[in-house]
C-alpha cells in the first residue's frame, strides 16, 4: 500500500512524539533521607562542604531579604538532578558548575536538573539567588522577628525556610555569612567576625565558622545591638550581643559566662569552639536556643524578676552545654535528640546543685515520679513521637529534658561516678565536630565501664515503662494520668 507525502509526514511527527514522550524525565519529586521524626527532611547523594551564604537586610523585617547560596559539595552518587531542602523564599536563578540549570519547587524542596550529570565523586558547586522571607506561621521556625530586627531560630528542621541547604544535622558543613545592612545597625553571626566593610548608607559584616555544623545551628541576628567582648578560659574571645538600650541591666548576667564555661570544662573538657557568647533578642520565642558559638535568649529572662536568680543561672549553663552536647557532638538522627537535651539539662541540675543548692537527687526523685506520664504521652528517650506536621517544636517535650537527664542519672548509678565522669569526657572528645548516634553512646559506655550494658540501655532508652532505679528500690513512678 502506498502512503502520501501529507499522510507519512504526520505519521512521522506522532512516531516522534511518543518518542520524546518516552524520554521525557519524571515531574521532580521531593526526596529525604527518611529521618524516622523528619522524613522529608535531607537529601540523597551529596556531602556538603561548605555554606557561603549572603543576605542584603533593608532595614524592614516584615520585607524579604535578598540572598545569595553557594554551595560546595561532593556528589556520593550518581546525579541526574539535586534537591535542595528550601521553603519561604522565590527561586530566581540556579547554577550547577557554572552553568545556568533548571529548577522546580515542590513543597519543601527545591529540585535543581543540571546540565549534564553529575557523577559520583565529582565536586558540586551550587549557586541559589533567592529571597529569604521573615514572614510566616509564628512559632514556625526560621527568622524571628525581634523589636529592632532579626535573629534566626532553625530548630528542629526551619534552617530551609532562611535559605536553600541540605537541612538535616547528619551533613554538618562549614559556614560564611556575608550581612548587608544600613549602617546604623549590627550584623552578627555565627563564628568569628573576619571583616567589617563600611560603604556609605550600609555595612557588609563576614563571619566564618571554625568548625563544621549543623543548619539548624545556623544564626544571623541584624539589629540595634551592642558587642560586648570579654576574655573567657586559655584567653578565648567572649562577645556577647544584646540591645544597646540594656547593656547595663544585663551585664551582671554576661560577667557570669567565662566562669560559667570554666565550670564546663571542669567536667567534660576544653570549650570545642572558637568564641562563645549571648545573643539577647528582643523577642518571645517560648525558647533559649543553642545556635553554635552564640545561643539565643529572650530579652524577658533576665529582666523580669519572677524568676529567681540560680534558674536563671542554670539555663545559661544549659545552653552552654549544648556547644558540647548536640554542637560539637550532633545527633546522628532527631532521634537522638535525647543525647543533646538529657546531657544539657543534666549539666544544668548539676550546676544548680553546686552552686544553689538545689538537690540533684531531689530532682531525679521528682523526674522519676513523673517518667511513666513523660513516656506515654511522648514515648521513650530515644524512640520519642513524633511532633503533630507543622508544630516540629512539638517534639520538645518533657521525655527528652528531664526524662533524658533521669537515663544519665540512672547510667552514673550503675556503673559509678568514676566510670560516668570518663564517659563523659570521652564521649566529646572522640566525636568532636561529628555526628554520633545512640549507639555510639551505648558502646561507649560499655567499653569504658567493661560491662555490657545493651539490657540497661535497651529499657532506660526504650522502654514504655521506667525501669526500677539503681540504688533507689523505693522510687516510685506515678502511673499515666495519676494524680499526684
Known amino acids: 500500500m502506498l502512503l502520501s507525502s501529507r499522510r507519512l509526514r504526520a505519521m512521522l511527527l506522532a512516531a516522534a512524539s511518543v518518542t520524546l514522550l518516552a524520554a521525557a524525565p519524571p515531574a521532580p519529586v521531593p526526596l529525604g533521607i527518611g529521618d524516622p521524626l523528619f522524613p522529608h527532611l535531607g537529601n540523597p547523594g551529596y556531602d556538603v562542604i561548605s555554606y557561603d551564604v ?53 513543597d519543601e524542596d527545591l ?6 550529570t553529575v557523577e559520583a565523586g565529582e565536586p558540586l558547586k551550587i549557586t541559589v539567588s533567592h529571597t529569604s522571607d521573615p514572614n510566616g506561621p509564628k512559632g514556625a521556625g526560621g ?34 555569612f556575608r550581612i548587608t545592612a544600613p549602617a546604623d545597625l549590627t550584623a552578627v553571626a555565627n563564628g568569628r567576625l573576619l571583616v567589617k566593610v563600611p560603604t556609605g548608607r550600609t555595612t557588609t559584616w563576614l563571619y566564618r565558622t571554625g568548625h563544621p555544623m549543623a543548619t539548624e545551628l545556623a544564626q544571623v541576628s541584624i539589629g540595634r545591638s551592642s558587642v ?54 528582643g523577642a518571645d520565642t517560648g525558647f533559649e536556643l543553642e545556635t553554635q558559638t552564640l545561643s539565643l535568649f529572650e530579652r524577658s529572662l533576665f529582666t523580669e524578676p519572677r524568676r529567681p ?38 549539666y544544668e541540675a548539676l550546676y544548680a546543685e553546686e552552686h544553689a543548692q538545689q538537690p540533684l537527687e531531689k530532682r531525679m526523685r521528682e523526674a522519676y515520679k513523673q517518667s511513666d506520664g513523660w513516656r506515654a504521652a511522648g514515648g521513650p528517650p ?3 513521637r513524633p511532633a503533630e ?29 568514676p566510670a560516668f565522669e570518663l564517659l563523659e569526657r570521652a564521649w566529646v572528645s572522640e566525636h568532636r565536630d561529628g555526628t554520633a548516634s545512640t549507639a555510639d553512646f551505648t558502646a561507649l559506655a560499655s567499653r569504658i565501664s567493661g560491662r555490657d550494658l545493651s539490657a540497661f540501655f535497651q529499657t532506660w532508652l526504650y522502654g514504655q515503662k521506667t525501669p526500677a532505679m539503681p540504688g533507689h528500690p523505693d522510687w516510685q513512678s506515678a502511673a499515666p494520668g495519676a494524680r499526684r
Not at 77 to 92: A, C, K, M, P, W
Not at 233 to 255: F, K, N
Not at 314 to 336: C, K, Y
Open 54 to 106: 549572603s543576605f542584603a537586610y533593608g532595614g524592614s523585617n516584615s520585607k524579604p531579604l535578598d540572598a545569595v547560596t553557594k554551595i560546595e559539595a561532593r556528589a556520593t552518587e550518581r546525579l541526574e538532578r539535586i534537591n535542595l531542602d528550601f521553603s519561604r523564599g522565590t527561586v530566581r536563578t540556579v547554577e550547577v558548575n557554572g552553568r545556568d540549570a533548571e529548577f522546580a519547587t515542590v
Open 389 to 417: 506536621p507543622g508544630k516540629q517544636l512539638g517534639l520538645f517535650r518533657p521525655v527528652v529534658y528531664n526524662g533524658s537527664a533521669l537515663v544519665l542519672y540512672a547510667l552514673r548509678q550503675e556503673i559509678g561516678e
Open 111 to 116: 529540585v535543581i536538573t543540571p546540565r549534564g
Open 309 to 346: 536568680a540560680w534558674y536563671v543561672d542554670s539555663i545559661m549553663v544549659h545552653e552552654l552545654a549544648h556547644q558540647w552536647f548536640g554542637n560539637s557532638v550532633t545527633p546522628r538522627t532527631w532521634s537522638d535528640l535525647w543525647l543533646n537535651e538529657g546531657h544539657a539539662t543534666w
Open 228 to 281: 560586648l567582648r570579654r576574655t573567657g578560659p586559655h584567653g578565648l574571645p567572649v562577645r556577647d550581643v544584646v540591645p544597646t538600650d540594656d547593656r547595663t541591666i544585663l551585664e551582671p548576667w554576661l560577667q557570669k559566662t567565662p566562669d560559667h564555661i570554666e565550670w564546663m570544662e571542669s567536667k567534660v573538657g576544653r570549650y570545642p569552639f572558637e568564641t562563645y557568647g549571648l545573643l539577647i533578642a
Open 143 to 176: 527568622w524571628v522577628r525581634t523589636t529592632d530586627g532579626l535573629a534566626m531560630a532553625n530548630q528542629a528542621d526551619a534552617g530551609h525556610r532562611v535559605f536553600p541547604c541540605n537541612d538535616h544535622p547528619a551533613d554538618k558543613a562549614m559556614f560564611t
Open 382 to 384: 530515644a524512640a520519642p
